[in-house]
């Protein structure tokens, strides 16, 4: 669409020209709204350079003046994190997916930085980022987005990565039928397929961010401690101080800005995800989200919107990489001798690495504490797994029934969204007033904050696998009058497994995550500790103890890596089997 390159000689001539027909009250009202919001992110943001030593000696407020900016600047980190996932997505798990030398080692690595715990991340991470910017806010900024970003990107890369990996057979080959290169498969096939396991594992992620706030904002390293303004900072000092009503307002202000960008962001992508389906069923219909109608009937911004997608797809259609093709015996034959050079490489890496590793763990630990370590780990992971469990046999029907009525189905995706949004932190004291006026055991029941926040992942994933379920499969079963269990283990259940695999190992990582979290629970003065791996590196951490922090780091990332090899991924691999069957 093209413009008239002249200047208006006067500015009746302006207004009566073809350009303003592009312009309504709309474009106006929300070019005012980006304005704003441009100068609040501005604001926010202009502190960054600043000195460090500044933040940390002004103490956070608990007037409620202050919640509003704290909120911004929360919000903001948590943006930033999610935009630096969805790259780390796109690469990762392309590469995993693609390469299949190169997903014998990022798939394992991936399940395991799933499981780290964010404090075992800190203790390294807040070193690198403070010599990155020395006594700069920045470096804390950083270092606050890093952390946020391992509760996000782990979620988002596993879901795409199954997402890839589950493409149906026919579509590829008839993407080979059409002559479509790497790149232009990738953008035209691979990412469209991965669309709606994609949003809604974005979803799940920002949902996660907030869950793991409070320990971005408020970073203890041995004596290193960095305070940033935000939400999270909030929440603990109302913890530190007892303050019921400030921990309230901090609720308040968090599902309010939860609400803001589920309208404006989540709820238009998650209706442009249904697009995307596979099936040719139509489904029932969705309602388009009030944004979305407000965006469509802007003039100006709508012609921009335009020209982006229409860029979009040119980008998308650019001939590069190589046109795919069945290889051929050479290939197949040099592929081994690849292999094998290959696995040679890994092999020596690793055996260095294990010398490496071997040096150094003689000389700093003891066998005893070695043994004692992995028993606590055997604890946490009986602890896991239980969660895990009672979370996928409530949930998984629910969710079903949740993702089976698309009404049904987006109230439960914002309901999620406030439930997941809970740092567990909020729950402390709850359970530490409990547990200490009844007199229970903590070993036990402070194993439920495990499981708040990361039982969610199944919830959404089930959603999301139900949701995008095709709807023909669905009307010959009733009109076969097939129900009951064989619909469950015939036609459902298969169908939605890759989806639920990918909420559940989510969710045991996540479980693995705030295991660090959960069995160290504080209110006020009063700590309770139940015994296990967590509770070791929390105090660790505390202590600035780095060498017992990288031992439970490492034991942690033995019990994921052979929990995943001898149980999660033979599930996985059988459940991408089973979709390319179908």
Known sequence: MKYPKRAFSSQSEFFSSPTLRYVNAL?????VCVAALAIAVGSAARHIWGPLASVTATPVHLELDYLPGYALRTTLRMFAALAVSLVFTFVYATLAARSRRARQILVPLLDVLQSVPILGFLTFTVTFFQGLFPGRVLGGELAAIFTIFTSQAWNMTLGMYHSLRSVPSELEETARCF????WQKFWRLDVPCAIPSLVWNAMMSMAGGWFMVVYSESITVGNTEIVLPGIGSYVGEAINQRSISAVLAAIVAMMVVILVYDQILFRPLAAWATRFRLGSGTGAHVPEPWFLRLVRRTRLLSVIGAMIVQGARRVGSLPLGRVGTTPDQPAAEAGKRADWLWWCVVGCVGLVAARRVWVYAHVTYSLPEIGSVFLMGGVTLLRVFSMVLLASLIWVPLGVWLGLHPARARAAQLA??????????LFFPVFVVGIVHFHLTPDIWLTPLMILGAQWYILFNVIAGTSSFPTELLEVCRNLNVRGLFWWRKVLLPGIM?????????????AWNAAIASEVAEWGNTTLTAYGLGAYIAQATVRGDIAAVGLGTAVMCVFVMVLNA????PLSDYAARRLKQN
């Open 27 to 31: 474009d106006l009202l929300l070019l």
């Open 416 to 425: 999620a969204q406030y439930c997941a949004a809970f740092p567990a932190n």
């Open 566 to 569: 001898l149980f999660w991924r």
């Open 179 to 182: 002559g479509l290169t790497s």
């Open 498 to 510: 890759p989806y639920y695999l990918v909420g559940a190992i989510a969710a045991a990582g996540g």
